[in-house]
């Protein structure tokens, strides 16, 4: 379990409050981000939690983690208005981050009303690599998503989705396990 190999190497699965910058045990106050799941699973992959009062500009949302040793992809997204799905419905998706290690791309794209955007790929380098840990940052400005990793700022997103309050939930998925979200 992703909890269990980040608590071995002394990492321990805190949520990060980055609105007063204190930490919070995960059995306690959940801080920024609530895990849908229950507190014995909380930062296994997928993961889907809440993002307590959703997005507005000064917000960031951190994500730690050790991409796996033979890696083909993972995803990073902040879907919108999770509580008002109508049935058959997708949500609205304001940024998806794929890292994709085949062709070593760093994409982001959005859904917006049913139909996804077309990915933008420019980056100057990779920056994930096999077996070996990250920092993402994705910084809410007025007019776009900042996206840091591990302290670099690699490309700007501009908002697809008008309504940052409807941003309420980030979801991960695929090779990677997570050791600190906030």
């Not at 990073?76 to 290690?101: M, N, Q, W, Y």
Request: overall charge negative.
């Amino acid at each position: 379990m992703a909890v269990q190999a980040a608590e071995k190497d002394g990492i321990s699965p805190v949520l990060k409050n980055v609105e007063d910058d204190t930490l919070h045990d995960s059995l306690g106050n959940p801080g920024l981000i609530s895990p849908d799941k229950d507190l014995s699973r909380l930062l296994t992959v997928p993961f889907s939690g809440r993002i307590r009062g959703g997005m507005r500009p000064g917000k960031k949302i951190i994500v730690m983690g050790i991409v796996d040793l033979e890696p083909h992809r993972f995803d990073v997204s902040l879907i919108c208005g999770r509580d008002s799905e109508k049935e058959g419905t997708p949500h609205d998706v304001a940024l998806k981050l794929t890292a994709r290690f085949t062709d070593r791309q760093f994409l982001r794209s959005a859904r917006i009303s049913g139909k996804w955007t077309v990915e933008e790929a420019s980056t100057d380098y990779f920056p994930f690599i096999p077996d070996q840990p990250f920092r993402i940052e994705m910084h809410c400005e007025h007019q776009r998503f900042r996206i840091f990793v591990d302290g670099h700022q690699l490309f700007d997103f501009y908002h697809k989705v008008k309504s940052f309050s409807s941003i309420d939930t980030v979801q991960i998925t695929g090779d990677l396990q997570i050791t600190k979200l906030g």
